[in-house]
């Protein structure tokens, strides 16, 4: 870490939109970075894709925000975390977080011990993620829930439609006939509809999702390896910060506006 500044952006990248919701977080705990975010909607979404396809985009996202100088990585999407951090950390020598499900926490916050995680279904099937279930669910009972076509309705701006609200209705008809009493958003799409959550499962089910914690993580290893921008006199601007897709159009750069509540310029990511 010797040669890399303290003012050099933090890279950023999810399948789509999704990764968003952890940007969100880290612009409200970490005002002064400045942040390079790439969603890589031309293969969104990762969840119904090959491992061997999930490992060769995160390399090529990972490379294009090194060469653009970034001097930490977030993969701000659950699938490719659990697919492809690994390899990915063998290869660079910056720190890089990764999204996993919260089942920590979960299993402290559960009062009777049975929870369920919503995921993709690359999620769900991955020997890594269900191995870190095994490790720490403890006493507790975990129902692994697939919910196939929420991300593809999000990423086309379908999030209040009726096929999206059937959908959701079935993936958490399916997990409350299961008695939990808490739900791990295991995708960070999730959070954006979390509002629609609570209003099928009612108060008195507990949400856990993972933008905090994966914020913190990142300011602990910015702080380990002295690269947090910690000059409060110059507070960057919105316009410092970059947004890129492998699909760049007006419809997604009006999605990507609403959904961090600022109107951003999006351009070409062509790796």
């Known amino acids: 870490m010797h040669n890399t500044s303290n003012t050099q952006p933090i890279g950023i990248f999810d399948s789509g939109v999704g990764g968003l919701s952890i940007v969100n977080c ?6 002064n970075e400045q942040l390079i975010y790439i969603a890589d909607s031309l293969y969104a979404p990762y969840g119904d894709k090959p491992d061997e396809v999930i490992i060769a985009r995160v390399n090529t996202l990972a490379t294009e925000l090194v060469e653009r100088n970034c001097k930490a990585l977030v993969i701000a999407c659950n699938t490719a975390t659990v697919t492809a951090v690994e390899q990915l950390r063998a290869k660079l020598s910056i720190p890089i977080i990764g999204v996993e499900p919260a089942i920590k926490p979960a299993v402290i916050s ?24 095994e490790k720490f669910k403890l006493n507790s009972t975990v129902h692994i829930q697939p919910c196939p076509g929420l991300v593809e309705l999000i990423e086309n701006n379908q999030l209040h439609s009726h096929t999206f609200e059937k959908l959701l209705q079935t993936y958490l008809t399916e997990s409350l006939n299961e008695n939990v009493d808490t739900i791990v958003l295991g995708c960070t799409h999730y959070p954006f509809f979390a509002d629609k959550i609570k209003a099928i499962v009612g108060e008195d089910i507990t949400l856990m999702e993972t933008a905090l914690p994966v914020t913190e993580q990142l300011k602990r290893q910015l702080l380990l390896h002295d690269i947090m921008n910690t000059n409060t006199h110059s507070i960057k601007k919105n316009a410092q910060d970059l947004y890129l897709s492998s699909q760049a159009n007006n419809k997604l750069k009006t999605l990507m506006s609403a959904l961090l509540n600022t109107s951003i310029n999006l351009s070409s990511f062509t790796g």
């Open 26 to 31: 880290i612009k409200e705990q970490l005002p």
């Open 110 to 133: 559960s009062t009777n011990k049975k929870i369920a995680i919503l995921t993709t279904q690359a999620t769900a099937k991955n020997q890594r993620f269900l191995t870190l279930v």
